[in-house]
């Protein structure tokens, strides 16, 4: 669900994600999974998310593009 970039900070600091974990979507603000480590993976998790994939989908395909990069 795409939410404000205040609210998706305060929730990622309140869950321990780092605040660079907060990406902006194409209709909001997502919180990228741990452990990536390149921006373009968080951004690709953003944008899935934006057109509705479930998150354990966009995840495993943002932790796939984080690899090749």
């Known amino acids: ?3 404000s970039k205040s609210h998706a900070t305060a929730r ?3 869950l321990g994600f780092p605040k660079s974990h907060v990406v902006k979507g194409k209709n ?3 919180i990228a999974p741990k ?9 690709a998790y953003a944008d899935m998310r934006s057109k509705g994939m479930s998150k354990s989908n966009a995840a495993k ?7 090749k990069v």
């Open 1 to 3: 669900m795409p939410e």
């Open 12 to 14: 990622a600091k309140s």
């Open 28 to 30: 909001g603000y997502f």
């Open 35 to 43: 452990g990536l480590k390149h921006h373009k993976a968080a951004q």
């Open 61 to 67: 395909i943002a932790h796939s593009i984080d690899n």
